[in-house]
């Protein structure tokens, strides 16, 4: 054991950043074993995980069950090597036990582009990749988060997926590990629990796991404080869960669907919990919109009253049109951001993003009124029916931002940065079925922008065609991308979402090897089409998302929730519908 703890030390000098791997921050969880362990992980950097709400719940959810939890990260790179060229299995971060000996390991995919580092963990704890070649000596091998909901391209690799809300499926199957004799009874029985989807015992139909109440959900009453910078160093509050507003190419917006809200109280005593166990003093209202939150007003007059006054409230998502004055007072008056995501009215109407220039023009105006001297847009290209005159609307509204700015003599020069991505279609939204642009399109377009934003004081930002492609073919993919993801691994492939590691030219090689062509999940899907996460239901139908797709192609706007019911398939369960 001496001998261990001197290599891991070695291993820790010569790793860029030690505190990554070393524990031993405030509220750190203190590992004891018990009758079923699980090792919550997350296939990125520590200061990234750290950053994740999902993980927090999960992993309280364990807790409060009476679980063994303990957490575990992607090494990057130079500690990973280390453990490898010393032959020391990746272990858990506060107990410092061994990924394969926990009863079960459990990763949340937030995003595509970890994929690899799932492999990449695995293959470091001494773990097999595929499911198949794992017996009841390894832990079972299970994931959550938003990445399941098209569970096809990691079936190969995981004993079992958490499909939606995961604070009480988890904990279940859980229970159910501790009730049955073995590997095989675990998964055939785990396979009838809701929410949850067994590779090895397929269903067809299997549908998401769905939390009704917010306010009796499970919540961290304190969060771990990283030793580095997080990516989102902040105590954390999720307002509500859902989106009222059915932007037709935002996948998050359907998979969280309906909407629950929390109350103010509930609000209001965990942020107290949050602040006084942590000691931050900022504190963000987490939600999809959380300028659509109901109760927004009263949550802030509430947080003022009883958060200490040194503590400053953060509105990370606010829509241009619920930009209010009152809501950026305490903000540090700098940049400002806003997503239009099109240039023009027509192309909004398409996408349903129902804002409106004029809607634009009134926020950014009032934040000139405030001290804002920087403002950030989002937008996208290749969204469908996009023309060139969609694109030079985005130069348009750019314009006419600087022209509200220096209509008044301000202090200090406009600075409008726009960044522009490529669209990605993804499952369950009404753009589920279109293609993807070409890189020849995209490159198109980007020069359209880049001469038509030719202003003073504006720059432009794009996106790497190759990342959003291969995005594309991992959240549209079938069983086959199982193959291409094995071999992109082998070939040296991992950190994906890191520019400086992606390996465009391995993941074109792996295509090849497995025999897959990425146009087969970049093209055009039928309409009549069986998709590979058919089998998936999250409550919204088919045939809304159908609707939405014919309306789209009318230019036809639907609106959101808030302007009445759509009928989308969720109406028994929608706490806005009154049946």
């Given at each position: 054991?001496?001998?261990?703890?001197?290599?891991?030390?070695?291993?820790?000098?010569?790793?860029?950043?030690?505190?990554?791997?070393?524990?031993?921050?405030?509220?750190?969880?203190?590992?004891?074993?018990?009758?079923?362990?699980?090792?919550?992980?997350?296939?990125?950097?520590?200061?990234?995980?750290?950053?994740?709400?999902?993980?927090?719940?999960?992993?309280?959810?364990?807790?409060?069950?009476?679980?063994?939890?303990d957490w575990c990260f992607a090494p990057w790179?130079?500690?990973?090597?280390?453990?490898?060229?010393?032959?020391?299995?990746?272990?858990?971060?506060?107990?410092?036990?061994?990924?394969?000996?926990?009863?079960?390991?459990?990763?949340?995919?937030?995003?595509?582009?970890?994929?690899?580092?799932?492999?990449?963990?695995?293959?470091?704890?001494?773990?097999?990749?595929?499911?198949?070649?794992?017996?009841?000596?390894?832990?079972?091998?299970?994931?959550?988060?938003?990445?399941?909901?098209?569970?096809?391209?990691?079936?190969?690799?995981?004993?079992?997926?958490?499909?939606?809300?995961?604070?009480?499926?988890?904990?279940?199957?859980?229970?159910?590990?501790l009730a049955c004799k073995d590997r095989e009874e675990f998964l055939r029985r785990a396979a009838e629990v809701k929410g949850v989807y067994v590779p090895a015992y397929p269903r067809s139909r299997v549908e998401r796991a769905y939390v009704a109440d917010l306010d009796k959900a499970i919540y961290p009453e304190s969060f771990i404080v990283p030793n580095c910078e997080a990516v989102h160093d902040r105590a954390v509050i999720e307002v509500m869960r859902g989106c009222y507003r059915g932007c037709r190419f935002c996948q998050a917006g359907f998979l969280y669907r309906p909407v629950r809200t929390r109350s103010v109280e509930t609000l209001t005593k965990q942020a107290q919990s949050l602040i006084e166990t942590t000691g931050y003093d900022e504190l963000s209202l987490n939600s999809l919109s959380t300028g659509d939150y109901p109760h927004l007003r009263e949550l802030l007059r509430s947080l003022k009253e009883r958060l200490p006054k040194d503590v400053s409230v953060a509105l990370p998502s606010l829509r241009v049109d619920s930009f209010d004055s009152e809501f950026a007072q305490d903000s540090r008056k700098s940049s400002l951001t806003f997503a239009p995501e099109a240039g023009t009215q027509r192309l909004?109407?398409?996408?349903?993003?129902?804002?409106?220039?004029?809607?634009?023009?009134?926020?950014?105006?009032?934040?000139?009124?405030?001290?804002?001297?920087?403002?950030?847009?989002?937008?996208?290209?290749?969204?469908?029916?996009?023309?060139?005159?969609?694109?030079?609307?985005?130069?348009?509204?750019?314009?006419?931002?600087?022209?509200?700015?220096?209509?008044?003599?301000r202090a200090k020069s406009l600075r409008i940065s726009i960044s522009a991505s490529t669209f990605i279609p993804k499952p369950f939204t009404p753009f589920q079925w279109e293609r993807q642009a070409s890189e020849e399109e995209v490159r198109h377009k980007i020069e359209v922008l880049r001469r038509a934003l030719r202003l003073r004081g504006v720059t432009l930002s794009w996106n790497d065609y190759f990342t959003s492609q291969l995005e594309a073919c991992l959240a549209r993919g079938d069983e086959r991308m199982g193959d291409v993801i094995l071999e992109a691994y082998r070939r040296?492939?991992?950190?994906?979402?890191?520019?400086?590691?992606?390996?465009?030219?391995?993941?074109?090689?792996?295509?090849?090897?497995?025999?897959?062509?990425?146009?087969?999940?970049?093209?055009?899907?039928?309409?009549?089409?069986?998709?590979?996460?058919?089998?998936?239901?999250?409550?919204?139908?088919?045939?809304?998302?159908?609707?939405?797709?014919?309306?789209?192609?009318?230019?036809?706007?639907?609106?959101?929730?808030l302007d009445g019911c759509k009928r989308c398939g969720l109406q028994k369960i929608c706490p806005k519908v009154n049946l």
């Open positions: 054991m001496k001998e261990i703890q001197t290599t891991l030390r070695e291993c820790l000098l010569r790793s860029e950043k030690p505190s990554r791997y070393v524990g031993g921050e405030v509220n750190a969880p203190v590992f004891r074993e018990g009758a079923f362990s699980f090792c919550m992980c997350f296939p990125e950097v520590y200061e990234v995980g750290m950053s994740n709400l999902g993980t927090k719940i999960v992993a309280a959810s364990m807790e409060r069950a009476g679980f063994a939890v790179p130079d500690f990973g090597g280390a453990l490898r060229s010393h032959g020391l299995p990746l272990c858990s971060l506060y107990g410092r036990k061994p990924l394969r000996e926990f009863d079960m390991v459990g990763f949340s995919l937030g995003f595509e582009l970890s994929y690899t580092n799932v492999l990449y963990m695995l293959d470091l704890a001494g773990i097999p990749l595929l499911r198949r070649e794992r017996g009841d000596a390894y832990p079972i091998i299970a994931c959550g988060g938003p990445c399941c909901i098209n569970p096809a391209p990691l079936a190969a690799f995981f004993d079992l997926f958490f499909i939606g809300d995961g604070e009480e499926a988890d904990a279940e199957v859980g229970r159910l590990y909004r109407d398409v996408i349903n993003k129902d804002i409106t220039l004029e809607e634009i023009l009134k926020a950014a105006n009032s934040a000139f009124d405030l001290g804002y001297f920087s403002v950030k847009l989002y937008f996208m290209f290749g969204l469908p029916t996009e023309t060139d005159e969609d694109l030079l609307g985005i130069a348009d509204i750019a314009q006419r931002i600087s022209d509200l700015y220096y209509a008044k003599k040296g492939c991992k950190f994906d979402s890191w520019m400086e590691q992606l390996d465009a030219e391995s993941w074109r090689a792996a295509f090849a090897a497995a025999g897959v062509q990425p146009s087969s999940y970049t093209r055009a899907f039928a309409e009549d089409e069986v998709l590979p996460w058919d089998f998936v239901d999250i409550g919204v139908n088919k045939a809304f998302f159908l609707r939405e797709k014919q309306k789209a192609y009318r230019a036809e706007s639907t609106g959101g929730c």
